[in-house]
């Protein structure tokens, strides 16, 4: 599922925005039109949703009450058109927030950060393109979340929790399976192998998960 899908056919106002919010950390797709939106959404999903109403094609009304016949995510109508007939309109069909632009960057920003608080209790640990999202479980490299197991993501949250300290074995290996396991010790060495595959540019040659021989691993 995206975070946030941008709905706006003004190209620069769009971009400006999505690098704004990709530097927090989201996940963001831009859509020009009303009818790609709806495509995205419908194809990903979207936790958030920002949504001009004058666009080519179905406006932004449209977008958002088709939108809100299947879903209750978070929808801000940002929009030139600010008469108070225009946000009734907008608030009456599901809008969460209404807008008007020019809006302020940091105030939209900052809606959106107390949204994601709010309503979706998003909890993220950031190291470089490598993001860990503890409510979800879930890892994403580069914004594309990767398939991994719970015990893959429990060992690479213990590693990214101590970022530049190196771990002994003993101590990760009890941490994530206990010490009264029946797993073997070598369990240990074959997940730090498949995660170095999952968020490695180069697994052989690693930058992240790095081996200080006869003691253990540290994250870099």
Request: charged content about 30%; glycine content about 6%; aromatic content about 8%.
């Amino acid at each position: 599922m995206l975070d946030i899908i941008i709905v706006e056919d003004n190209k620069e106002i769009a971009t400006l925005l999505c690098d704004f919010l990709r530097k927090d950390n989201y996940i963001v797709s831009i859509a020009d039109s009303g009818e790609k939106a709806l495509a995205l959404f419908e194809k990903y999903g979207a936790k958030l949703i920002i949504l001009d109403i004058m666009l080519p094609g179905m406006d932004g009304f449209a977008v958002c009450s088709k939108i809100r016949e299947s879903s209750n995510a978070h929808i801000i109508i940002a929009s030139a058109k600010t008469t108070k007939d225009d946000k009734l309109k907008g608030l009456g069909i599901g809008a969460d927030d209404y807008i008007e632009k020019p809006y302020d960057i940091d105030i939209l920003l900052a809606k959106v950060r107390g949204i994601f608080k709010r309503k979706y209790a998003l909890d993220k640990i950031i190291s470089d393109e490598i993001m860990l999202n503890t409510i979800t479980n879930t890892i994403y490299v580069n914004g594309n979340q990767i398939e991994s197991t719970i015990k893959e993501f429990e060992l690479l949250k213990l590693l990214v929790e101590n970022k530049g300290v190196t771990l002994k074995k003993e101590y990760l290996f009890n941490n994530i399976w206990g010490s009264d396991s029946l797993s073997e010790p070598q369990t240990l060495t074959v997940h730090i192998k498949w995660l170095r595959k999952k968020i490695e540019p180069d697994p052989r040659h690693p930058k992240h998960i790095i081996t200080e021989w006869g003691v253990g691993y540290r994250f870099e």
